[in-house]
């Protein structure tokens, strides 16, 4: 079993919609939670962190559930240059990615 | 926040022959850097731990052999591609970690893109 798992898509969705995103972690050790967005031939770039008592940033809001050991990402009002892959990352001692999940959002 | 650089940002290649990434922190320094390497539309993969003034501590499967790294000061991490060959082809990331106190964050390297012919 991978240790971070999600989705890989695509999500292919219109201008304005929302998507959530899930991934799953298998260590329960984990100590820090984060998404980051990804795009075509770049470096990751975070996002934002994932806390427990989830958090909220403009139309981006990121849960924690620790004891389902999942994180989560809601996207509201999607945006064109919302397109891109969004990796979940689990830290313990170092930074565990998922596969990625490819986001598409059209006009 | 903290700025990470690696260079080259792409290398061709020859089969057989070795390449040498840097990594460096430009404004702050680093005694943990890690580097990862992404085949197309896959994930990153973490490869090593650098640790400076140590040895670096390699993920199950890296062949340490092949892949050296050596972290000699606090600002610079260098991976060495030794005899790459075709299937080594990918994007190398490198990152850096920033820790103070309970806080922790990793700082990527804009990536260096690797063929090998």
């Known amino acids: 079993r991978k240790e971070v798992e999600q989705d890989p898509g695509p999500f292919n969705v219109p201008e304005g919609a929302t998507v959530a995103f899930n991934c799953t972690y298998s260590?329960?050790?984990?100590?820090?939670f984060f998404w980051y967005r990804q795009d075509c031939r770049k470096e990751p770039k975070l996002l934002m962190s994932?806390?427990?008592s989830g958090n909220e940033d403009g139309r981006f809001t990121a849960q924690l559930n620790r004891a389902s050991q999942y994180i989560s990402l809601l996207i509201r009002d999607s945006k064109l240059s919302d397109s891109a892959t969004y990796l979940c990352?689990?830290?313990?001692?170092?930074?565990?990615f998922g596969t990625g999940t490819r986001l598409q959002v059209f006009p | 926040g903290a700025v990470v650089s690696q260079h080259p940002s792409w290398v061709i290649c020859k089969s057989g022959t070795s390449v040498k990434i840097e990594c460096r922190s430009l404004?702050?320094?680093?005694?943990?850097m890690f580097w990862y390497r992404q085949f197309p539309k896959q994930s990153l993969m973490l490869m090593a731990t650098?640790?400076?003034?140590?040895?670096?501590?390699?993920e199950q499967g890296v062949e340490k052999d092949k892949f050296l790294i050596n972290h000699a000061s606090l600002t610079l991490s260098t991976l060495t591609v030794t005899s790459a060959h075709p299937e080594d082809s990918s994007f190398y990331i490198c990152?850096?970690?920033?820790?103070?106190?309970?806080?922790?964050?990793?700082?990527f390297g804009p990536g260096t893109r690797l063929t090998v012919l």
């Open positions: 994932v806390y427990s």
């Open positions: 650098s640790n400076e003034g140590s040895k670096a501590t390699y």
């Open positions: 990352a689990v830290n313990t001692d170092k930074l565990i």
């Open positions: 990152s850096a970690r920033v820790t103070s106190g309970s806080y922790n964050e990793q700082f």
């Open positions: 260590n329960s050790a984990s100590q820090s």
């Open positions: 404004d702050f320094q680093a005694t943990t």
